[in-house]
């Protein structure tokens, strides 16, 4: 009997499924194509764009050859060794290359941008309870992410965060205003932009997820959004465009940068 495919598994499957279906069309092969290539049929070649077939090592080679990937859908393989989840490892990596970030979030604040108080009891708070070793390794890579922020050349990087993520207290009132202090000094960073959306600005287009715009290129951009299980890294070119529109949307609905800064002044006062 098969082993069991856990939830995180799959969601690596179906992710490779999509690149591959992406990547194919892209180079105008049909499953036909490929199949003769990797040494499969056209069903099992569907099969794995369906997520319904794991694929093989010896497949995502020739399939990544075929395509002409430079590696690049062999590291989507779901049983490639990585010391942290699939979508994160491939998240990550994108990230640290983006040129301009455009990150929108309505329930914390954004992970770039949280301070390691912060960050750990949104971590602590998380479901399943995570063991404490694994706790602590994902928050050393959480703080390693924001050395994008400091290096250099950083990403221009602009932020939309509703008011509900910056009043719901995490960690204490301590922690708060420390967060706060830390939201502010970052917004004074000339590459940097944040944003406050107040409740008084009513519904608006992203009140149920949030999602993260990341342009690689003046001419490629690609989106992340996480959901239960797993993130996912999108490519498809009306998402990506439909995100653009609503972050707009977004920024001409939140209150400018100065009086961002004020109001997140205001709110460490109060706390």
């Not at 202090?181 to 600005?201: E, G, T």
């Not at 498809?236 to 529109?245: E, G, L, N, R």
Request: aromatic share 6%.
């Amino acid at each position: 009997m098969p082993p069991k495919t856990t939830p995180s598994e799959q969601a690596a499957i179906n992710q490779f499924g999509s690149e591959l279906r992406r990547l194919r069309t892209l180079a105008d092969m049909s499953q036909l194509d490929i199949g003769r290539l990797t040494g499969t049929s056209k069903q099992q070649v569907g099969a794995v764009e369906r997520g319904i077939r794991r694929p093989s090592k010896k497949f995502a080679e020739l399939a990544d050859r075929a395509l002409k990937c430079n590696g690049g859908l062999l590291n989507l393989w779901p049983g490639a060794k990585q010391t942290q989840p699939w979508w994160l490892e491939k998240f990550v990596e994108i990230e640290r290359k983006t040129q301009v970030i455009q990150d929108f979030q309505p329930q914390v604040a954004p992970g770039l941008l949280q301070i390691e108080s912060y960050a750990r009891a949104v971590m602590w708070a998380s479901f399943p309870p995570q063991g404490q070793q694994e706790l602590e390794e994902r928050l050393k890579r959480r703080m390693d992410r924001q050395k994008i922020l400091d290096r250099e050349n950083p990403p221009l990087a602009l932020f939309v965060v509703e008011e509900g993520a910056l009043r719901r207290s995490v960690g204490g009132a301590d922690v708060m205003k420390d967060q706060y202090k830390a939201l502010i000094a970052r917004a004074r960073m000339p590459h940097l932009r944040l944003q406050v959306l107040p409740f008084d600005r009513g519904a608006h287009s992203a009140m149920d997820w949030a999602f993260m715009i990341m342009r690689m290129t003046p001419v490629e951009s690609l989106v992340y959004a996480e959901a239960p299980g797993g993130g996912h890294v999108i490519t498809d070119v009306s998402v990506v465009a439909d995100c653009q529109q609503r972050f707009s949307a977004l920024q001409s609905m939140a209150l400018s940068p100065n009086e961002s800064i004020d109001f997140i002044a205001s709110l460490g006062e109060t706390t």
